[in-house]
């Protein structure tokens, strides 16, 4: 796979190159590719062929030549929807006697497995309204307390809402500040001015330490969160606003003192007993990564299936029947797999059953730490949290708290992070390469999947952007700016990216943290405390986001990829834009203009493009880029023939 360029021939999974859904079976789907013209000015391909596979033979369909657009013509062919999934790529055949294969991977001078082929899937589509949100992270003991008189559980060392928060070591999880459900439902304003449209609460089920993955049950809330009746406070208060709710549930394990095995402890012949993997009862049994205060679940036990999400009346049945607009699945990368036992496609399949019985427009996500393609071709999860294919890649092209990194600012700090599980520092990568480790993941997964993930800068479980950006590792706001640029950086491209924005809490105002549990300070509530310039930015490019449906729904066709700089577009029927990142100065890139509609584009975020002859020149300094590109008469002629 060569670097991308302009004259590249596009396909993508979005509605400009797909005939929306719904698909199904029997049924056939319009595809349609564009091909660039030479640079000669000749057509850039004479011929196209649909290879697909049905039933695991391959398929050849000819495509039919469409009419033109700037610099470039469509070409028209149906796919035929013979399996529930169905993989495709295309031949093209050049008049220059040019021998090329276009997959989700991109243009390949030769042949190609069929591991990197577009996938499309049937009888399955996320929620329309995903599409057009971002989403906000709230981990619930740290985002604001409703009382002060409120008292600490019992397992708890209450801790004053200024007090550092002890990031590893004892005492990390028995460290309690007092933020509730009524706090959050106090706040939601903020959210609001901030633009976000979904609130993601991580775990709020009564467990034994503050971030409650760890369930004692999941028949109530935590009372030191307010208890059930502050929950659908919150929903109500959040679904006056417009805002959507989304749960947090653990289908992998629970606590050891949930009230099912403490039932399965008590007595071998239970049916809770059946929940577990034991290997000697009652207390050694299987656990979540061998942490014994996290028994797993054996989903082969089907009353564990009926009780936590086969019905109206299991755990995820009853909670979405309350109000809530989704799940978030903890560890759903290992839900349902022990051994010889591989049953996570079921599992997600009857969740989501069950979800849309009660609520046919309930978004389930999946948490994958890594490479969730194999889990997302089925008819279970939406989309995943997408660190692999957007956080992992982003983080090494915009770290800039490495020795030498020559990204981040003087004042940056080298803070010596280790890199997601990695026993290595966060390395410094070319724009070529993560962009490779995007193309790669992404080819994974239907864009159905790709359009329903979220996008995270941070979350819960990492350390805070800012941090790696270079803004310090002392916790607390980053208050002198030094990881801001970059951090701005992250943030342009995580507004234009194809998937769902996810801001973790603080991170709008410029919160550091150096590991997952370092990250969740306590909210200042204070603006006094806010890194200005960053809630500012913030505000200001998801009300970008919001404004144009190309950012939203449209597809992502890479323009140019050098070493410090980003370039692609987003099409959509209705507008296409070019969007440019690029982390230092002096990289210069040239773009035909006649593939850019032909016209000077228009200016939506940052400076003008420079018009020379027939090129745009895109200005060779750090910074963030968005413009609109004129629509050309042919921009139409994608409708078939």
């Given amino acids: 796979m060569s670097r991308p360029d302009l004259r590249d021939p596009h396909h993508d999974g979005s509605a400009r190159f797909v005939d929306p859904g719904p698909y199904r079976l029997g049924g056939t789907a319009g595809l349609r590719v564009l091909v660039p013209d030479l640079a000669d000015g000749r057509d850039g391909a004479d011929r196209v062929v649909l290879r697909s596979l049905r039933d695991g033979e391959p398929a050849l369909t000819p495509a039919r030549a469409g009419g033109r657009t700037a610099g470039g013509r469509w070409w028209h062919v149906a796919l035929p929807l013979t399996n529930p999934v169905t993989s495709y790529r295309f031949f093209l055949g050049g008049p220059d006697g040019a021998y090329r294969w276009l997959n989700a991977e991109g243009v390949h001078a030769r042949d190609t497995s069929d591991g990197a082929d577009f996938l499309l899937r049937v009888d399955h589509a996320p929620p329309d309204w995903v599409a057009d949100e971002v989403a906000y992270q709230i981990f619930p003991d740290r985002f604001a307390r409703s009382s002060p008189d409120t008292a600490p559980p019992a397992w708890a060392r209450e801790a004053a809402w200024d007090e550092p928060v002890i990031g590893s070591g004892p005492g990390v999880e028995r460290q309690w500040y007092g933020g509730d459900l009524d706090g959050v439902a106090a706040h939601l304003d903020h959210v609001v001015a901030l633009g976000a449209g979904v609130l993601y609460l991580t775990p709020m089920f009564e ?7 760890d369930a004692v049950t999941f028949d109530r809330i935590d009372p030191a969160l307010g208890g059930d009746d502050a929950l659908l406070r919150l929903i109500a208060a959040a679904h006056a606003r417009g805002l959507r709710v989304l749960g947090d549930l653990t289908t992998n394990h629970t606590g050891r003192e949930h009230e099912w095995f403490l039932a399965a402890q008590a007595e071998a012949d ?29 989903h082969t036990s089907t009353e564990l299936r009926r009780r936590l999400y086969r019905g109206a009346d299991s755990v995820v049945g009853r909670w979405t029947a309350a109000g809530l607009d989704g799940w978030r699945i903890d560890v759903a990368n290992m839900t349902g797999r022990l051994g010889a036992d591989d049953l996570t496609h079921e599992v997600a399949r009857e969740i989501r059953a069950t979800m849309h019985a009660v609520d046919p427009d309930a978004w389930l996500l999946a948490e994958h730490g890594h490479d969730a393609g194999a889990d997302l071709s089925g008819d279970g999860w939406d989309g995943t949290m997408d660190y692999q294919g957007f956080t992992r890649p982003l983080w090494t092209w915009l770290n800039g708290g490495a020795p030498g990194a020559g990204t981040g600012g003087s004042d940056a700090v080298e803070h010596g992070l280790h890199f997601l599980g990695l026993p290595v520092d966060i390395p410094v990568l070319p724009a070529h390469a993560i962009t490779r480790t995007m193309r790669e993941v992404h080819a994974a997964m239907p864009w159905s999947a790709l359009a329903a993930s979220t996008l995270h800068l941070s979350s819960h479980d990492t350390p805070r952007f800012r941090t790696v950006a270079g803004g310090g590792v002392k916790g607390g706001v980053d208050h002198d700016g030094a990881g801001r640029d970059l951090h701005l950086l992250a943030l342009a491209l995580q507004m234009t990216m194809p998937g769902v924005p996810s801001v973790f809490a603080g991170d709008e105002i410029g919160l550091t943290g150096t590991n997952g549990e370092h990250a969740r300070t306590p909210f200042p509530w204070d603006p006094a405390a806010w890194d200005g310039a960053t809630w500012e930015d913030y505000r200001a490019w998801i009300a970008l986001r919001r404004e144009h449906v190309a950012l939203r729904r449209g597809g992502l066709r890479w323009a140019h990829v050098g070493v410090d700089s980003l370039t692609y577009l987003r099409e959509h029927a209705e507008q296409r834009l070019l969007v440019h990142v690029a982390r230092a100065d002096g990289e210069d890139v040239r773009l035909p203009l006649e593939l850019l509609g032909g016209a000077e584009p228009t200016v939506l975020r940052g400076e003008a493009p420079r018009v020379a002859g027939d090129a745009v020149v895109l200005p060779a300094r750090r910074g963030a880029l968005v413009w609109e590109l004129a629509l050309d008469a042919g921009w139409g002629a994608a409708a078939p023939p």
């Fill in 270 to 298: 239970s049916p809770e007993a059946a929940f577990y993997s034991f290997t000697e009862h009652p207390h050694e049994y299987v656990s979540w990564l061998d942490v014994p205060s996290l028994p797993k679940l054996d």
């Fill in 207 to 213: 467990g034994r330490s503050n971030h409650r993955y």
